[in-house]
Nanobody
């Protein structure tokens, strides 16, 4: 069974940076597209971005383009979400997820989810 372990969340001031990590275990990492989602209070999880299996293609939602970067290190079975220029509206619980669908951008494409990590951005 696939397990995803996230780390790197925390509290920062506006304009600050954080890097989230997501380690996959239990299966072959390169079998999966890796996605990142976030959930605001009272809402469903929203797609943030995705990286393909080889790591040479990514997609990001418009609201984070130019500020967030997705990468992966297949030798370490780890995906990353580098977040810079953080804004208070980025405050959410962030989730990584694994899918067999190429550059999947819908929640139902994803079979495995991390536990979530809180990111809080203050003014």
């Amino acid at each position: 069974q696939v397990q995803l372990a996230e780390s790197g969340g925390g509290s920062v001031q506006a304009g600050g940076s954080l890097r989230l990590s997501c380690v996959l275990s239990g299966r072959t990492f390169t079998d999966y597209t890796m996605g990142w989602f976030r959930q605001f209070p009272g809402t469903d999880r929203q797609f943030v971005g995705v990286i393909n299996r080889s790591g040479d293609k990514t997609r990001l939602v418009d609201s984070v383009k130019g500020r967030f970067t997705i990468s992966r290190d297949n030798a370490k079975n780890t995906a990353y979400l580098q977040m810079e220029g953080l804004k208070p509206e980025d405050t959410a619980v962030y989730y990584c997820a694994a899918s067999v669908v190429y550059l999947a951008n819908q929640n139902w494409h994803y079979d495995f989810w991390g536990q979530g990590t809180q990111v809080t951005v203050s003014t």
